[in-house]
């Protein structure tokens, strides 16, 4: 970045700067959106210190003090995005700062109000002025639009944390993009009980869609370790499951999830209650018709991050394995108008777990919303259960469309029989839609999925012969905005355990001529292989690693939720 410290700076502090900045640790970014040809700057001052005027911009920024840093965004990138590295000491605990951003194009200058940085992240921050103002008049602008809460981005695995606001003078929403049904899914319908009460979904449903989008979540906190709580949530794209904030970061839990699995359609005999995931799910009854998915990134909003505000308890998981081309999922869209959400049947999946359901079964229920307590929630009059939270409320459209609305949140303790869910608006919308974009590349990039055999074998998984031979099928997944037609190489290998690479046996050497894939489009592509006959008796694995470069690499090898589990003898 390119950093400019006023004249007046003093030399201690700089000193300490600098040498924060130096230190190791995870990064912080932020990420602001902007119009073309925009510029933007920033501005940080330690809010402590007597204000001052800033040399070069007096009249523009509302703070200012002898430890003010001002300095310009990095220039936006193709989607109109800059990302600006923020030294990490701006988040150390027991330091506060304010903050502001100042965006210039051909209509003006527009200001945010200051907003707060300190050792929870970013809070506070609001929306720019209305309209660009002349310089002379600028001061006189207090009062700001509606306030937007910053999206905030964590990495689980290193701490990273990406800040996203918005310099753009008038934000679009894209239109709403539907979900599909997974390549392992059949069709399923909607039905419920109303509002009123609960029904399980029947055990042969799971597979169908959309019921196989609904997830069990099971999450652990640095602040109760050992313990597993529990969840629940819808997949709002293969990757990208919406759920509840508190599902993935709780200040009295210590903060973010130290780890988060996925369960679509998942189903269990007995109590899900605080099981150690290490124990094999057949040891304790446990179902996960396409296996799970490990969490490596959270987005929530800084309201609900900073300040537990209730409004905004929402969050957007990104998976490690784009799981929902199996099971399918649902598109996101928003309504403003609170009646919408009285006179439209909506439907809500998810896993209750306290007395008397235990988060072992799916449960369902439709109906209207009652109410709107403000216009980031919508209400119905009946009681939810924990590890309900999360869950997707969704609307079926006249063309067999389905749409996620929002997701379960609280009941209101003052209201013990009512369920508080909050509403997707047009700027969650925005940024959820923004945050998955930014995970699909703009070229091709396919990942193997879900190997399974289609030969009928007695006794499955056990029955393969040495020296016979059976039709192996895979899942290719293209996760990305872009479609792809071409050659595939790929090669089918079997190992002695469920960690596939290039070291392993080769059963096949596949290759296809032509291969047309869409954007976020799934195919199944099969294959006869022979089990090799001086293969010892045993457990074998079978998997795929695929040859072709595409956009990304070190996703193109199936993982251990993905392989063939066979019995060889």
């Not at 997949?235 to 996925?262: E, R």
């Not at 379960?408 to 997707?424: E, F, I, M, Q």
């Not at 289609?454 to 872009?482: D, K, M, Q």
């Amino acid at each position: 970045m390119n950093l400019h410290v006023p004249s007046r700076l003093p030399l201690a502090l700089l000193a300490f700067v600098a040498a924060r900045a130096a230190a190791q640790g995870p990064q912080f970014h932020l990420d602001i959106r902007q119009d073309q040809g925009q510029m933007v700057w920033i501005a940080m001052a330690p809010d402590l210190l007597a204000a001052q005027a800033i040399p070069g911009v007096e009249g523009l920024l509302r703070l200012g003090g002898p430890g003010t840093v001002v300095w310009t965004a990095a220039p936006a990138d193709a989607r109109g995005k800059s990302r600006n590295v923020v030294p990490s000491f701006a988040f150390a605990a027991g330091y506060r700062w304010n903050a502001q951003l100042a965006a210039f194009d051909a209509q003006g200058i527009r200001l945010t109000q200051p907003f707060r940085v300190d050792g929870h992240g970013i809070a506070g921050v609001s929306a720019f002025t209305a309209q660009g103002m002349p310089r002379d008049q600028l001061q006189r602008l207090d009062a700001p639009d509606d306030p937007r809460p910053a999206a905030v981005d964590f990495v689980l695995a290193t701490g990273d944390t990406v800040f996203h606001l918005d310099a753009r003078r008038n934000p679009v929403v894209g239109p709403p993009q539907p979900g599909r049904p997974g390549i392992r899914t059949t069709a399923g319908n909607e039905s419920g009980t109303d509002m009123s009460g609960l029904s399980v979904v029947a055990l042969g449903d799971l597979s169908k869609f959309p019921q196989a989008a609904t997830v069990k979540l099971f999450m652990t906190f640095p602040g109760d370790p050992g313990y597993f709580h529990q969840g629940s949530g819808i997949l709002i794209d293969p990757k990208h499951v919406l759920t509840a904030g508190h599902c993935a970061y709780d200040k009295d839990l210590g903060g973010y999830a130290d780890k988060i699995w996925v369960v679509p359609g998942y189903s269990a005999t007995g109590a899900a209650t605080n099981v150690p995931w290490v124990t094999a799910m057949s040891n304790w009854g446990g179902v996960e018709p396409n296996g799970h998915s490990d969490v490596v990134d959270v987005e929530t909003w800084s309201d609900w991050r900073t300040d537990r505000d209730f409004k905004h308890d929402v969050a957007v998981l990104e998976l490690n394995r784009p799981i929902g081309a199996l099971t399918g999922w649902l598109g996101i869209t928003y309504q403003l108008d609170c009646d919408f959400y009285k006179d439209t049947t909506f439907y809500l999946r998810g896993y209750p777990g306290e007395g008397p359901y235990n988060g072992s079964r799916m449960y369902y229920q439709d109906g209207t919303f009652d109410s709107c307590p403000t216009k980031w929630e919508a209400r119905f009059e009946q009681l939810s259960y924990g590890s309900q939270s999360g869950s997707g409320f969704y609307r079926l459209d006249s063309n067999g469309n389905r749409w996620v609305h929002g997701v379960l949140s609280h009941a209101p303790g003052w209201y013990p029989n009512k369920t508080d869910c909050v509403r997707l608006r047009d700027e969650k919308c925005d940024d959820i839609n923004d945050w998955m974009d930014d995970h699909r590349g703009t070229v091709a990039d396919l990942t193997p999925l879900s190997v399974r055999c289609t030969t009928a074998v007695v006794g499955l998984p056990s029955g393969f012969a040495r020296g016979s031979s059976y039709t192996i099928e895979f899942a290719c997944h293209n996760y990305s905005r872009a479609s792809r037609s071409g050659s595939l190489t790929y090669s089918i290998m079997i190992s002695s355990d469920d960690t596939i690479s290039t070291t392993d046996t080769r059963l096949l050497a596949g290759s296809r001529s032509s291969v047309a894939i869409g954007a976020l489009d799934t195919l199944d592509l099969h294959d006869t292989v022979t089990i090799p006959t001086g293969l010892a008796a045993g457990t074998w694995y079978i998997g795929v690693i695929l040859q072709t470069a595409d956009g990304r690499s070190g996703n193109q090898i199936t993982l251990a939720q993905d392989v063939l589990k066979i019995t060889v003898w």
